[in-house]
């Protein structure tokens, strides 16, 4: 049974930093991607970063100076530092996990930036 889990969602101000972490655990292995997405009410959930096995990294394009994902595929964790965060950044994250037995995703972890 594979469990993905996410941490870290807090309520800050614009401006301040949060860091988000995801573990996975279970049959999981030979994991090709990891990465969050985000979603707010109404809208299609949408991706922040990924990063690959071999460390290529993709960015969604508001988020790119501000944002920074890092992975470690043995250990099956991802995280994402977010700094300078705004009131657009609010939404639910959620944790992705690509291998080659299937792709998962966390519960969801949420986040909120006050004006």
């Known amino acids: 049974q594979v469990q993905v889990v996410e941490s870290g969602g807090d309520l800050v101000q614009t401006g301040e930093s949060l860091r988000l972490s995801c573990a996975a655990s279970?049959?999981?292995?030979?994991?090709?991607?990891m990465g969050w997405y985000r979603q707010t009410p109404g809208k299609q959930r949408e991706m922040v970063a990924t990063?690959?096995?071999?460390?290529?990294?993709n960015y969604k394009r508001s988020v790119r100076d501000r944002f920074t994902i890092s992975g470690d595929h043995v250990q099956k964790t991802v995280h994402l530092q977010m700094n300078n965060l705004e009131p657009e950044d609010t939404a639910v994250y959620y944790c992705?996990?690509?291998?080659?037995?299937?792709?998962?995703w966390g519960q969801g972890t949420s986040v909120t930036v006050s004006s």
């Open positions: 279970g049959n999981i292995d030979k994991i090709r991607r």
């Open positions: 992705y996990i690509e291998s080659d037995y299937g792709n998962f």
């Open positions: 990063i690959t096995s071999g460390s290529i990294t």
